[in-house]
């Protein structure tokens, strides 16, 4: 591992991480606690868009309804604090418990076809999700529901802004260190040897079906307790968070972060965000400019920023990227053998 | 009564099915043949509406506004397939949502900025404002003829690709297109035909809806994603596949809607039948899409080739 901590794309995640650690500080002495909302949204979205790399850049998994497990996590905070109840711990067991079951069903599923199958599939999944919440009007139905109780835990309120951050500084560090060590694990050798020829894969006696699905539904739990930190973040969880356009988004980041890679999904993030905000504040039609910026990514390829990162570093700068994104085209348009 | 309750529903749902077709029928063809997924598809329902909004504040004619909504779509499908959407044919299936959810964001954002914010109708044509007469049961006489458009355009469709040249080109194209090319025909026209086809076919069925719905930025969406529903149920790249299950969840989902939280009363206690009624009914295409995948991954009626 060590000679990955001088590439690029590292050092700037590590410094992206260091000034993330100083903005509490910084928002506090300039008054300005805009700062510190806006950057746990980064940080939980980039929580939501490691875990959708675990399915979709690792696993080649093209998931277009991730959003249906952020959406799950949020309502796994307001609907028992709509009930009185504010433990964590209890809304994480909620969510864990959900997420993972939904996972599981809708991956089993969704997981017997490939390519625009899975992709129609898993979209068409979070729009159930989106209905069903949709339909609880006892919950706000469309409009949504303002959180009562946040999540406590052993008296930490993370209702809190200040909490709420540090919650997701950490556990974005933890999920990075775990994504690291879950790429070149063997778990995550045999999912991406999968993404690249799952015929091989169960060749060697492995099915590679049971891979991709346990990975779907950790995927589907991470994706989860980011939903979870987003609602104690917002202090509201509506269905909204569960359309298929958040789904997008969170593919979007990925892509542009550098797609199968430990740090794109938070350097995409940060860019994604950051853009938005931006953009938002020169113009009121930003989203037109911000779609054909997507196109524009999707038209002329996708090294993504840590792959650009790393690519200017090294003298042949598009190789490395173009490895990774190479066997991706293959296998995700290739139907998977069934037999071994 | 309940019988010509049912009967209207069912002519509903028929007419949502139609629909749903002429989405579906564009869509399924791009992605059975050129393996492309087009998330844009909706885009380009939602602009043949508004095209013939537009047509039809100039010139008060109905004609004219079909036809601007379906030109104009046609001719916005060939440029988009020549300018980005033919690069991406052989890129994987994640540059193909991305590029096209992209589009999705513009194409929203475009039609606020040129049309504004606030929605716009369409009225219905004088000579279609009654209602016609079906064994009894009086039914408005637009949503018959989308129902008759409909099924007509299904026939056309057929014959197109059964009977004519080009529909055998098409056919060919599936199964090998550098066979196809290798034999002097041009297969980047004919993609790029394809997928103008399509286009107004979401056109059409954009103006045809416009009278029904208001006309806004983003609704294409929601009709995008039955469709998706539609081409899995029916399986992808079959047009009679993709013509039967729009019948099936045009059908299913409108008769579901109308009857499902009154037969839950009968079942359930009131409250139980209040809150999972509605939520039972806009699942039920989706729980229909399920049960077809568990069973038969490959949909339906999937498309008869190797």
């Given at each position: 591992m060590s000679h990955?901590?001088?590439?690029?794309?590292?050092?700037?995640?590590?410094?992206?991480?260091?000034?993330?650690?100083?903005?509490?500080?910084?928002?506090?002495?300039?008054?300005?606690?805009?700062?510190?909302?806006?950057?746990?949204?980064?940080?939980?979205?980039?929580?939501?868009?490691?875990?959708?790399?675990?399915?979709?850049?690792?696993?080649?998994?093209?998931?277009?309804?991730?959003?249906?497990?952020?959406?799950?996590?949020?309502?796994?905070?307001?609907?028992?604090?709509?009930?009185?109840?504010?433990?964590?711990?209890?809304?994480?067991?909620?969510?864990?418990?959900?997420?993972g079951v939904v996972g599981l069903v809708t991956g089993a599923v969704s997981l017997r076809t490939t390519g625009i199958g899975f992709i129609m599939i898993t979209l068409a999944f979070a729009q159930m999700g989106y209905f069903v919440f949709v339909s609880l009007k006892q919950y706000g139905g469309d409009d949504g529901t303002t959180i009562a109780a946040t999540s406590k835990f052993f008296g930490a309120d993370l209702g809190q802004a200040g909490t709420v951050y540090w919650v997701a500084l950490v556990l974005l560090v933890l999920v990075l260190w775990w994504m690291a060590r879950l790429r070149v694990a063997p778990f995550g050798m045999v999912l991406r040897g999968a993404r690249q020829n799952p015929r091989r894969i169960n060749a060697i006696g492995l099915r590679s079906?049971?891979?991709?699905?346990?990975?779907?539904?950790?995927?589907?739990?991470?994706?989860?307790?980011?939903?979870?930190?987003?609602?104690?973040?917002?202090?509201?969880?509506?269905?909204?968070?569960?359309?298929?356009?958040?789904?997008?988004?969170?593919?979007?980041?990925?892509?542009?972060?550098?797609?199968?890679?430990?740090?794109?999904?938070?350097?995409?993030?940060?860019?994604?965000?950051?853009l938005e905000e931006v953009l938002k504040m020169v113009t009121e039609y930003w989203m037109a400019v911000f779609g054909l910026a997507i196109v524009l990514i999707g038209v002329l390829g996708k090294a993504g920023i840590a792959g650009l990162l790393d690519g200017l570093a090294s003298r042949r700068p598009a190789s490395a990227p173009a490895k990774r994104a190479a066997p991706a085209a293959v296998t995700i348009s290739k139907p998977v053998g069934e037999q071994a | 009564m309940t019988m010509s309750l049912l009967?209207?529903?069912?002519?509903?749902?028929?007419?949502?099915?139609?629909?749903?077709?002429?989405?579906?029928?564009?869509?399924?063809?791009?992605?059975?043949?050129?393996?492309?997924?087009?998330?844009?598809?909706?885009?380009?329902?939602?602009l043949g509406a508004y095209f013939a909004a537009s047509a039809y504040a100039y010139t008060e004619s109905f004609g004219l506004a079909l036809l601007a909504g379906v030109g104009g779509c046609v001719v916005l499908g060939f440029l988009l397939e020549?300018?980005?959407?033919?690069?991406?044919?052989?890129?994987?299936?994640?540059?193909?949502?991305?590029?096209?959810?992209?589009?999705?964001?513009?194409?929203?954002?475009?039609?606020?900025?040129?049309?504004?914010?606030?929605?716009?109708?369409?009225?219905?044509?004088?000579?279609?404002?009654?209602?016609?007469?079906?064994?009894?049961?009086?039914?408005?006489s637009y949503r018959f003829a989308i129902i008759v458009?409909?099924?007509?355009?299904?026939?056309?469709?057929?014959?197109?690709?059964?009977?004519?040249?080009?529909?055998?080109?098409?056919?060919?194209?599936?199964?090998n297109p550098a066979m196809v090319g290798a034999l002097g025909v041009d297969i980047k026209l004919l993609n790029a035909l394809l997928f103008a086809l399509g286009a107004a076919l979401a056109g059409l069925a954009g103006v045809m809806a416009a009278p029904i719905l208001s006309i806004q930025s983003?609704?294409?969406?929601?009709?995008?994603?039955?469709?998706?529903?539609?081409?899995?149920?029916?399986?992808?790249?079959?047009?009679?596949?993709?013509?039967?299950?729009?019948?099936?969840?045009?059908?299913?989902?409108?008769?579901?809607?109308?009857?499902?939280?009154?037969?839950l009363r009968e079942v359930a206690s009131r409250e139980v039948a209040n809150a999972a009624g509605p939520a039972l009914a806009s699942m039920l295409v989706y729980v229909l899409m399920a049960l077809v995948l568990a069973v038969r991954p490959q949909g339906l009626f999937p498309a008869g080739r190797s």
């Open positions: 990955t901590v001088f590439k690029p794309a590292t050092l700037v995640t590590l410094l992206v991480l260091a000034v993330l650690a100083c903005v509490p500080l910084a928002a506090h002495l300039a008054d300005q606690p805009f700062y510190l909302a806006f950057f746990a949204r980064i940080m939980i979205y980039a929580i939501a868009a490691s875990a959708l790399n675990l399915a979709l850049g690792y696993g080649g998994l093209v998931s277009l309804g991730h959003a249906l497990f952020l959406g799950i996590g949020a309502y796994s905070v307001a609907i028992p604090a709509f009930h009185g109840i504010d433990n964590g711990w209890l809304h994480l067991l909620c969510c864990v418990v959900v997420c079906v049971r891979y991709q699905l346990a990975a779907y539904v950790l995927s589907a739990v991470l994706c989860g307790v980011a939903g979870m930190l987003l609602a104690n973040l917002t202090g509201f969880a509506s269905p909204s968070t569960m359309t298929w356009m958040i789904s997008g988004d969170l593919i979007v980041m990925i892509v542009l972060g550098g797609i199968g890679t430990v740090f794109g999904p938070l350097l995409g993030a940060l860019a994604f965000l950051g | 009967f209207t529903q069912l002519l509903n749902g028929l007419q949502l099915g139609v629909l749903l077709f002429l989405l579906a029928a564009g869509l399924t063809l791009v992605f059975g043949i050129m393996s492309f997924v087009n998330l844009a598809h909706g885009s380009l329902y939602m020549r300018l980005a959407i033919s690069r991406l044919y052989r890129r994987d299936h994640l540059d193909h949502v991305l590029t096209t959810f992209g589009m999705v964001l513009f194409f929203n954002e475009l039609v606020r900025i040129v049309w504004g914010p606030q929605p716009y109708f369409l009225p219905v044509p004088a000579f279609l404002e009654n209602t016609v007469d079906l064994l009894g049961i009086s039914y408005p458009v409909g099924l007509l355009v299904a026939f056309g469709a057929h014959l197109l690709m059964h009977k004519t040249r080009l529909g055998m080109l098409i056919r060919a194209g599936a199964v983003g609704m294409g969406e929601p009709v995008l994603i039955t469709t998706l529903v539609v081409i899995v149920i029916g399986g992808i790249g079959s047009i009679s596949g993709a013509f039967y299950a729009a019948l099936i969840v045009g059908v299913a989902d409108t008769l579901g809607r109308a009857f499902l939280p009154t037969l």
